[in-house]
């Protein structure tokens, strides 16, 4: 009986087995090969494609990167042509300035000369009266 019992299992296992191996067996060589290829190909475009949107990208961010190069050169130069400029009207409106103040001395000294040589004559006049 358990001989009976081992082959009735046996017979069931290996047609089970053998309808499982029949669902999920393989595909032939030729379409298995037929769709490694494809997929091969269908890989080979995609990597193309990544790889011209990576040399797009790569264009763009030059393109950008040289642009913005050029707007911190233009920026830079403008900032130092203003610099200048507000540097030179500084120093003239400082030089002006000197130049007023200079004057208003010269002015100054040139009264208090004036007033120093009438002193001198009023003195003269008052020292020959009391001779």
Do not use: C
């Amino acid at each position: 009986m358990a001989n009976k019992n081992f082959l009735v299992g046996t017979l069931i296992g290996g047609i089970v087995g053998a309808a499982v191996a029949l669902l999920f067996a393989p595909k032939p060589g030729r379409e298995l090969r037929e769709d490694i290829t494809m997929n091969t190909y269908s890989m080979i475009d995609r990597a193309s494609d990544l790889q011209e949107k990576g040399a797009n990208w790569k264009d763009t961010v030059y393109e950008k990167g040289s642009a913005l190069t050029n707007k911190a050169i233009d920026s830079t130069a403008e900032l130092t042509r203003s610099v200048a400029q507000k540097t030179e009207d500084v120093k003239e409106s400082i030089e002006q300035t000197l130049q007023k103040k200079r004057h208003v001395e010269d002015e100054a000294i040139e009264a208090a000369e004036a007033v120093s040589d009438k002193l001198e004559e009023v003195a003269d006049q008052i020292e020959d009266e009391t001779e």
